[in-house]
């Protein structure tokens, strides 16, 4: 179907001109209303970087948060005009709450916060006797609350990180695959490329995994997806499963885990876990994972991957390397009998990632470890 609009002449032409030109005119820009400040230590009244300020409506968030850098400076637009509170998060150390502070339309406010230094001690944290839960929400100040408490403030600050903070990031990412045990390389390619938002990998919104599962299968291919910061935060992701406090791994004494698993009943793959933290300073280290509901497949435990975590020198935080490994299948033919029958079995190990070899921004200068310096 075609359109059309004929313009006439005299009067009515000039009528259609003023219109148009009313409609090209730019609109007026709203007024926001803004609140700006200052972390400090309430101590040192030094700036706090890595501190993660929501503004709240009430005890309610309103979804408008800011991760202060290493001057300690946030800005926070609200929604509407009115009355809000500011909740302040730090990794390792208990959070605050200040105001009320009273935004007007189209007004900037300043409201600097002082913030005390209450760490939190994973150090002396009891894992025996710690309950499976599957409602976090059932553990109010336990250990299993506590724990999720802090691997939510690094994930929302990777989050926060990939989408706000404008950094510039050097990428290898690499395709190896490996023989049908999983341990000698077969081939092995590296690409590096540059990005703006971070090293997430690519996956699929937390409904559709909670939905179809983790693994994809269709008539020629067998889709792995793995897990990001906005999967792990999402409600679809709680409520499909349970958490339970575990002890370090072998020979890392350091760490505690919070794992998970899916809830029972589950019939689509889905993943299980452990989310491992520092004792020392409850940081994120690593996320290691599994895919669940692969019995009947031939290498189903083959099929894992990882996440590392690192907090850059502002507070900002980033996932480091990420890898997805799993099995491809083929089927051997065999005569039995005088008849033709397939087995499947593990023909090959493929395993994809990405890692950072440099990160940059204007109070940001990392680079991997191997390539001549760190941190």
């Given at each position: 179907?075609q359109?059309?609009?004929?313009?006439?002449?005299g009067?009515?032409?000039?009528?259609w001109l003023?219109?148009?030109?009313?409609l090209?005119?730019?609109?007026?820009?709203l007024?926001?209303?803004?609140?700006?400040?200052?972390?400090?230590?309430?101590?040192?009244?030094?700036?706090?970087?890595g501190?993660?300020?929501?503004?709240?409506a009430?005890?309610?968030?309103?979804g408008?948060l800011?991760?202060?850098?290493?001057?300690?400076?946030?800005?926070?637009?609200a929604?509407?005009?009115?009355r809000y509170?500011l909740?302040?998060?730090r990794?390792?150390?208990?959070?605050?709450?200040?105001?009320?502070v009273?935004?007007?339309?189209?007004?900037?406010?300043?409201f600097?916060?002082?913030?005390?230094?209450?760490?939190?001690?994973?150090?002396?944290?009891?894992?025996?006797?710690?309950?499976?839960r599957?409602n976090?929400?059932?553990?109010?100040?336990?250990?299993?609350q506590?724990?999720?408490?802090?691997?939510?403030?690094?994930?929302?600050?990777?989050?926060?990180t990939e989408?706000?903070?404008?950094?510039?990031?050097?990428?290898?990412?690499?395709?190896?695959?490996?023989?049908?045990s999983?341990?000698?390389v077969?081939?092995?390619?590296?690409?590096t490329?540059?990005?703006?938002?971070?090293n997430?990998?690519?996956t699929l919104?937390p409904a559709?995994?909670?939905?179809?599962?983790?693994?994809h299968?269709?008539?020629?291919?067998?889709?792995?997806?793995g897990?990001d910061?906005?999967?792990?935060?999402?409600?679809?992701?709680l409520?499909t499963?349970?958490?339970?406090?575990?002890?370090?791994?072998?020979?890392e004494?350091?760490l505690?885990?919070?794992?998970?698993?899916?809830v029972?009943?589950?019939?689509?793959?889905?993943?299980q876990?452990?989310?491992w933290?520092?004792?020392?300073?409850?940081?994120?280290?690593?996320?290691e994972?599994?895919?669940?509901?692969?019995?009947?497949?031939?290498?189903?435990?083959q099929?894992?991957?990882?996440?590392?975590?690192?907090?850059?020198?502002?507070?900002?935080?980033?996932?480091?390397?990420?890898?997805?490994r799993?099995?491809?299948?083929?089927?051997?033919?065999?005569?039995?009998?005088?008849q033709?029958r397939?087995r499947?079995v593990?023909?090959?190990?493929?395993?994809?990632?990405?890692?950072?070899?440099?990160?940059?921004?204007?109070?940001?200068d990392?680079?991997?470890?191997d390539?001549?310096?760190?941190?």
């Amino acid at each position: 179907m075609q359109f059309t609009v004929r313009f006439g002449r005299g009067a009515v032409a000039r009528r259609w001109l003023v219109a148009l030109c009313a409609l090209l005119l730019p609109a007026p820009p709203l007024l926001a209303q803004v609140v700006v400040g200052t972390v400090r230590d309430r101590e040192t009244r030094q700036p706090v970087q890595g501190a993660m300020v929501r503004l709240m409506a009430g005890t309610a968030p309103t979804g408008v948060l800011y991760l202060t850098g290493t001057d300690g400076h946030f800005n926070l637009e609200a929604p509407a005009a009115g009355r809000y509170t500011l909740a302040v998060e730090r990794i390792g150390f208990a959070s605050t709450t200040a105001g009320p502070v009273d935004l007007e339309r189209g007004k900037t406010r300043r409201f600097d916060l002082d913030v005390a230094t209450s760490p939190i001690r994973l150090e002396g944290l009891q894992v025996r006797g710690a309950k499976r839960r599957c409602n976090l929400e059932d553990d109010p100040g336990g250990e299993t609350q506590l724990l999720w408490s802090e691997v939510r403030k690094a994930l929302d600050a990777e989050q926060w990180t990939e989408r706000k903070a404008g950094l510039a990031f050097e990428l290898e990412q690499r395709t190896v695959i490996l023989d049908a045990s999983g341990r000698r390389v077969l081939d092995e390619q590296r690409r590096t490329t540059t990005a703006f938002g971070g090293n997430s990998m690519r996956t699929l919104s937390p409904a559709e995994l909670a939905e179809k599962g983790y693994v994809h299968e269709t008539k020629n291919a067998t889709a792995y997806y793995g897990p990001d910061a906005s999967v792990l935060l999402s409600d679809a992701f709680l409520a499909t499963h349970c958490f339970s406090v575990v002890e370090g791994p072998r020979g890392e004494p350091g760490l505690i885990g919070l794992a998970f698993e899916p809830v029972s009943g589950r019939r689509v793959p889905d993943i299980q876990g452990v989310l491992w933290l520092e004792r020392a300073t409850a940081r994120l280290e690593r996320l290691e994972f599994e895919y669940s509901g692969l019995r009947l497949r031939p290498g189903h435990e083959q099929a894992r991957g990882a996440l590392h975590f690192t907090e850059l020198s502002d507070g900002r935080w980033m996932v480091r390397d990420w890898n997805i490994r799993a099995p491809f299948l083929r089927v051997d033919h065999t005569f039995v009998g005088g008849q033709m029958r397939g087995r499947t079995v593990v023909g090959e190990v493929r395993e994809q990632g990405s890692r950072v070899l440099s990160a940059k921004g204007p109070d940001v200068d990392w680079r991997a470890p191997d390539r001549g310096g760190g941190g």
